[in-house]
Structure formats: C-alpha cells, structure tokens
C-alpha cells in the first residue's frame, strides 16, 4: 500500500482554496456590477416617475402653470396657492435629482437635462419669489448650486 504524501496534498489543496477564492470574488464582482446597474435603473425610474407625474398634474389644472407666468398681485388666494404648489412639486423632483447626482447615480449629462429647465422657471415673478421663501427648508448645497445657475443666467 502506497502512502499518502501529505506535502502533494497540501499543495493541491492550497491551489483549490485559492481558486475557489478566486471564482468567488469574480462572482461577488458580478452581483455588485449587477446591483448598481438595478440601482441605477430603479432612481432612474423613480425620477421620471416623479417629472411624469408633476407633467401630468400640470396637464390636468394648466391654470397651475398658467400662475407661475402671472403677475403675484394678480391671482386669487387659490390660484396663489395652486401656483406655489406647482412650483414645490417641481423643485422638490429637482431636489431628488441633486441628491442622485451627488451620489454618483446620475451621470452629468442626465443631471443638467433635468435641472435645465430651473433657471428659466426661476425667472418668472411668482416662482421666484416661492423660491426665495421655500429654499430655507432645503439641501443648502443644493440652493447654493441653483442660485449660482440663477446669477449665470441674468
């Protein structure tokens, strides 16, 4: 009977262990590729959602957007109110964007295409004012960035 030597086993089982170490990590690098991309895509659907639904809320009561055009003395109390509301529903989306953006989900040209439309929906009396009284309660990082692309754009 021949007698098992250890060493040889040792080796080879030493080579297995480090393949099998090296199988796995390969597969752990697979799921976390696989796990961002899903959390891509999920943020990505979630911001949209949240744009289609604030186009659909405008669609249903254009009056909303019509308000942000008017002159503040203009509108009635409701109209006032319904106007601001637009207006918050609109930033808060963009809020989440810069929040997305800043953790590496968004990529630059995605973030600049949905906060394109900031600095002219700034510009009319009404949102402008809004926004000078509800930037208190956001991200100040964020505020800094949209004043900044406010001060570019005059």
């Keep these: 009977m021949k007698e098992i030597n250890w060493t040889k086993f040792s080796a080879l089982s030493e080579v297995f ?13 697979i799921q976390t590729q696989q796990t961002n991309e899903a ?10 959602q949240a744009d289609l639904e604030f186009i659909s809320a405008v669609i249903s009561s254009p009056e909303a957007f019509a308000n942000l055009q008017a002159p503040i003395a203009e509108l009635s109390i409701e ?31 995605t973030f600049r295409s949905y906060m394109a439309p900031m600095s002219r929906w700034l510009q009319w009396e009404g949102a402008h004012e809004s926004w000078l ?9 964020f505020v800094a960035y949209i004043d900044q692309r406010l001060e570019e754009s005059e």
């Excluded at 090296?22 to 752990?28: A, Q």
């Excluded at 943020?43 to 949209?48: I, L, P, W």
């Excluded at 529903?89 to 997305?100: C, D, L, N």
């Excluded at 009284?133 to 990082?141: I, L, T, V």
């Design 39 to 48: 959390l891509l895509a999920n943020s990505r659907k979630a911001t949209m």
């Design 79 to 109: 109209e006032f109110l319904q106007m601001r509301n637009t207006f918050v529903g609109m930033v808060r989306i963009r809020e989440f964007v810069w929040f997305q953006y800043q953790n590496g989900i968004l990529d630059d040209n």
């Design 133 to 141: 009284e509800f930037k208190e309660e956001m991200d100040p990082e």
């Design 17 to 29: 262990s480090s393949l099998a170490i090296v199988v796995t990590l390969i597969y752990l690098a």
